[in-house]
Structures are given as structure tokens and as C-alpha cells.
DNA sequence: GCGCGTTACTAACGCGCGTTAGTGGATGTG
DNA sequence: CACATCCACTAACGCGCGTTAGTAACGCGC
């Protein structure tokens, strides 16, 4: 297990001279299975040469011999919002389970660093690609994406080309309106974001799907949009505890803005989790674990988002010509301490 | 510019066949300069049927044959931490500058998976390495990390014969205090981490020498150790606060324990950035950003130092046997709203 | 007409490897 | 003893490209 520190490469033709036998042998040993009519003495003595003259692989070498690079592209502008990096998690792993290396380049989402990222990329020869984004929308790649199997994860093409991975925005919504009707609440406000925008639209149809299911109508003044940030979140918490019948739980889009609405909560000498109770959405857990009283919310499932591309890919590029299909992934309750027990009474 | 989906790939002797030269001439004029006796004309017709056919060079036989691949690999826990997400970005930027591919793995942070993830990478034949921690740390890298020129970022080897970015925790102690101090403040309590880490050792040494050089006097019951979280932020401010003498600014070794600290000022009626001033440390955007009022932080300058190692990188590659030496990185301070005004007087 | 320097290319090798088609020897079969 | 099988291997090609050494054609001076 010497690792022949910075010398010369060790190539396979090496290990055969070490051996004695030719570089074809070497090559079954290492790659071929049992199959092949090499005695298990000769197997031995290859591996040890390997492990003696710290033999690697090249990749490239192996790529282009034998015209595959078990490389995917990873492409997303995780960098910038960081939080959903469990994209990358679970993609990794779930690459690593296919066998493949991940290639990941970041971008700033303009048409631009995508096609250049996408370029480098296909350069690479890589056998598939995964385009990521930090939050759920319609987009347009480049046209030279389509040179390789792509799939789209929490973002869908707005040509309805490419197979996507998306989460199931209006179940979140419902399980946690569900939950605060659970507890017992029968008044519950809903600070939500830009309604044109798939997570708004998604988490007010669970919302109202939840309320329906329990027999509360539907009111219209306990339905806020703001645009997702903690200042939004206070302000429209202000409006919803200051107005003439205030809810007794509330329903924020967004951690962001659960937040914001934890001040104003607070400012009014409500105890949240007690007299109050607090959903968040996105499960972003610098927040959610760390205000005071730690935040129940649902979770977007990135690392399982970014696994399901991966095998989505996987699928794609050994049958290519597969109708786009979307595939929406399950949105989890995170519970914490902001919902209180439910009561007998309300 | 056809871009041929998904035929089979265009090689350099489809664009000499179609241009009517040999295979060598398309090289010369894709890679050689304008060096080779090769008129215009023809370097035009070749560009024009690289375009037409779709050429895109095959980065693993270039590398094969040129024998460089102008591959750095990246090695990160960044996954598990995403808000030093940065540094990956910093370092794609200074790679693209320096004309290389960034491979970039996740870790766990465990020997073995550092160890897999550098094997990955060497299969890949990168030219240098970038190994990147989630918090400032010594580590200790696996011994196959010695065969390729390695540097660390936002950590240090154990060994020392590694080269190393970290940022200047000292001196971010310092301008945060002096900022406290410069707004009149002269009882500023210090709530830091676990006292032997680096981050701890350095943010108290950059606090005391502010002290000092606005001659205060160092007062030990106005600081207090404990482990970065919110909860534990809180516990210490409710102790400085509640004690006999209470400061009037607390420096925080982290934003997360600002947050937690916010809290315990808001109970006692206190206003921050009027009352009493609060400094975090990280400037973890999510927090600083989004607390009311938000929060004056020192950054850890990720971007740079993710930046900075890639340019040492390129250094030590060019020339191996380099003292192994290390870089600091300033920690700027990011003015928010938590400090209040200098007045005239205290 | 001959030697010589340019100009504009090309033939051919090798990078490290997967893979196909074979080869020489040992063993079994009739 | 001729012949077919298996066993254990090897020679050789090609993947797509960078690169070195060389060549053919042309113009120029003498």
C-alpha cells in the first residue's frame, strides 16, 4: 500500500511488467468479473502490484477507451441560497450509488453562466444532467442542453420537455394547516407569498384544501401575500393580530416570514406555542431550530429531491426517448414547540 | 451553429474531412496561436465548420494527450454547513480565471469519506486540491492527499506541511470591539465559544487587545464561554444582563448567539441599537439579515478565501516544494443596525 | 538550372486504457 | 495418435487528441 508519493504515474502497463504478465491481463483482472479464465493466484498477485505501486486509474483514459465517463453534470445556483444544499447531498449520494461522479458547476441562473456551465460540461462528456434551482419556478435552459438527458429538479421546464423532480407544494400546505386545525384551531391565518408563484399557489390550495376538509370556510382577511422576507412576515402579523377577529394560529409561507411574525407575536405579549400558534414552511434550520420557541414547519425535500433526479437520470439515459414525466415529491410536518397540544376545548 | 442533438459526437477528423484538411491543421488552428503558418483563410473555414458540425473538444482525450486536465478537485463539508457555501463559489470564480474545471465532492467531514472523495479525484488526475471546512479547525488530511499540491481553506494542518487560508479571527475581534468601543461604549460584555478553537482563541485575543488599546480594563465577569447556539446565547445574555454591573454592548461570538441574546434583551424592555448594542460574528445573512433590528456582524470572508486558495493552488502547482505557508484573510464588518450612534457622551 | 528559405500543410506516434481476435500448451476423447 | 476442448494468456486495434518531424510547392537570388 505504498502511495508513491509524486512520482511518475503508474500505469497499468506497469503493474503488468511488475507482474509479469501482459496489460490485457491486467485489465481483466481489474475490470472484467470472474469470467474471464484468470486463476485466482494471478488475480492475487495483480492486486497486490496495485496496491504495491499505488496503481489508479486514469478516468480520462478509461472514459475514452471505453466510451462512457459515469459522469453526471450537476448544474444549480445552490451557491447563492445556500440552504437548499441538500440538492447536492442527495444527488451525490444517490451518484455515488449508480456508480457515477458528479460533475457540479454553479450558476447565477442567468442564460449566460448556464450555457457556459452546461459547455464545460458536455466538454466533459458527461451522460446526463441535473439543472437545480434554490426555489421552485418554470425555466428555459439552453438550447444545447438538449444534447444530453437532463432533468430539472424543484424547477419544471416551461416547454414541458424535460422530466422534473418537484415538490408537492399543496400537500405541504395542507399537512400544516391540518396540523393547526389538530390542535384545535378553527381561526387560521395564512401569510402567504406572491400568489402567481408555484409555492404560493401550492401552499394556499393545501391551505384551503385543509380548511374545506374540516368544515371552516374559507376567510379571505386572514389571507395576507407578502414577498417571503422577515419584514413582510411582522408587518403582515400585525395586520392579522391588530384586525377586529384575530386568528388564534398562523400558517407563514415561509420561515422567513414566521420570523417576522414571531415579533410581532411577541411584541403583543402572546406566547407562542400557548396562546398562539406558528407554522412555517421551508424548514430552514438557522431559523426554525433556533427562534425561541423553535419553529414547526414543513420541510422541502432537497437531499430527496436531488436523489430522485439522479435516479431519474439514471433511468433517462438508459432509455432515452421516455415521455417528460414529472415526478412530485412529498413535503414533511417538522415538528417542533410553536403548535400547542391540542385542547379538548378550543 | 447547428448543435447536432444527440448524434453521434463530432470528432476533430469530421471537421478536417469537412473542411478538407488533416486532422493536425484543426488542431493547430483550435489550439496553436496564430504561431503556425496557417493563413487566415483556412482559420476561418475551420472555425466556420467547428460551428456548423457542432465541434466540442473531448476534454478527457485532450487531457490524455496533453497530458494536463486542467482539473483542480474541491473537497468540502460545505454540504453540511451551507452558509460557507461561498467559499465554493469564490474558488469556481478564481478556477474560471485560471482557465480550470473545479471537481468539487462533499464530505462528512470522516477520514474515510475525505479519503474516497480524494481518490475520486485523483482517478480524475486533478492538478492540485482544495480542502475546505465548515468552521476553522486543525485537520489532517489522508496520506494520499500528499501526492497531488494541496491547500487547505478555513482550516490548518495538524503537521503543518500543508499550505492553508484561514481568516483573521483576531482582528475580527477587533473591529467588532472597536466599533462598540467607537459608539461610546466602555462595559461590553463578550459572549464567545468553547475557549480552546481557533475561532474562540482568536475573536477574545482581537477583543482584549481593543480593551486594551482604548484602555479598558479587562473585566472576566463580563465574558462567557459557551457552544455557538441560540439557547445558549439567550442563557448568557440573561446572565450578563441580570448581573450587578450589566454591560452596555455584548460582542457574540456568533450570530446564532446574538439571536439568542436578542431575546433575552427584548424580555428585560431593552431596545437594541439605542440601549444596548449587539455585534455577532459570520455574518450568517439569513440571521443578520432578517433580526429586528438587524444585526451588525463580522464576516468570515468566505468568498476570498475560497478565491485566495485556488490562486495559491495555481501557485504551488507551477512550483511544488514550496515552504508550506499560510494565508490570512481579513474579517470585514458588515454595518447593520444593532450598534448604536456614537454619542457625545457615554 | 540549382540551392535555399518560406509557406502550408500532413503522416505518424503516443497518451492509458477496453476489447476483440487470436495463440500456444495442456488435457480429454475416440 | 489425431483431434477437439479448454485454459491462460497476449497482440493489436482504436478511442480523440497534442505534437514532432517531415514534405511538397513555390518564390527568389545567382
Redesign the pocket.
Known sequence: METNPRQA?V???DV?NHV?????????V???GTG????E??RDRVHQAVSELG????AG??A????QTKLYGLITEIVIAPYAANIVRGAEEQAAREGKTLLIASTDGSSDADRRAIETMLEHRVEGLIYATSWHRGVRLPAVAEEVPTVLVHCFDEATKLHSVIPDEAQGGYVATMRLIGAGHDRIGLINLDPVIPAAIGRRAGYVRALEQAGIGLDESLVINEDGEADQGYRAAVALLDGSRPPTAIFCATDRMAMGAYDAIKERGLRIGDDISVVGFDNQEVIANYLRPSLTTVALPFQQMGATGVAMLAKLAANRDLAPLQRIVECPLVERTSVRLPVAAS
Chains 1, 2 share one sequence.
Open positions: 504515474k500505469t497499468m502497463q503488468a509479469g504478465v501482459s496489460r490485457t491481463t491486467v485489465s481483466f481489474l475490470n472484467g474471464n479464465g484468470i486463476p493466484e494471478t496503481y489508479r486509474p486514469n483514459a478509461r475514452l477507451a471505453s466510451k
